[in-house]
Each structure stands twice: as structure tokens, then as C-alpha cells.
């Protein structure tokens, strides 16, 4: 059974730092590309920062040189530090891990919830 769980959302400050962690299982993670999605309310899920199964990193520019994207695999998880946050990364992250095969493999985990704000 494939499961993505999802941690250390909560309330940050503006100019705050978290750390998401997301915890795989039931597939080969290793060989998956990792990455962490967000939806703020009203808006359409975006993609924030994915690390691809070599290493190699994306990020949105909204984001670059404030979060980033890490993984374990000895551990299954992949990391997402978040620093010098600000209201409008207000938004539920998500983890997402995609193969692309014959066809596109995904997966992706409940949502955790980050929320900045004095």
C-alpha cells in the first residue's frame, strides 16, 4: 500500500522557518522524482520545488533561495526547509512522487497545512 504522509506544517512568522517532512512507502522511492506542491485558498495547486530521483532540484521562482528541496533515501523521505517565510506562503503543501514510465506513475499525500502569520 503506497503512502505519502506529510509533516511539520503549522504557524510560522512572517520571517519564520519550517520544515516539511514526507514519509514514503509501498513503492521504490528511490527511483521516483520527489517533489512538494502548494494550494492556497482559492487558488490552483502550484508546484514549489521537486528533486528528481539523481538529485537534481527545481523551485519555483517564488520561492527560490528561501525553501529547500532535500531527500533521504536510506530513510524513504524528502524535505522541504522552508525559510524566511512570508503571508503568502499561507497555503496546504502537499508531497508528490511521479516515475515516468510507459506512462506517468504518481502519487501524492494528504496535505499539511502552513499557515504564516503574526
Known amino acids: 500500500q503506497v503512502q505519502l504522509v506529510e509533516s511539520g506544517g503549522g504557524l510560522a512568522q512572517p520571517g519564520g522557518s519550517l520544515r516539511l517532512s514526507c514519509a514514503a512507502s509501498?513503492?521504490?522511492?528511490?527511483?521516483?522524482?520527489m517533489g512538494w506542491y502548494r494550494q492556497a485558498p482559492g487558488k490552483q495547486r502550484e508546484l514549489v520545488a521537486r528533486?528528481?530521483?539523481?538529485?537534481?532540484?527545481y523551485y519555483a521562482d517564488s520561492v527560490k533561495g528561501r525553501f529547500t528541496i532535500s531527500r533521504d533515501n536510506a530513510k524513504n523521505t524528502v524535505y522541504l526547509q522552508m525559510n524566511t517565510l512570508a503571508p503568502e506562503d499561507t497555503a496546504v503543501y502537499y508531497c508528490n512522487a511521479v516515475l515516468y514510465n510507459n506512462r506517468a506513475v504518481q502519487y501524492w499525500g494528504q496535505g499539511a497545512q502552513v499557515t504564516v502569520s503574526s
Open positions: 509501498g513503492f521504490t522511492f528511490s527511483t521516483y522524482h
Open positions: 528533486i528528481t530521483s539523481s538529485g537534481s532540484t
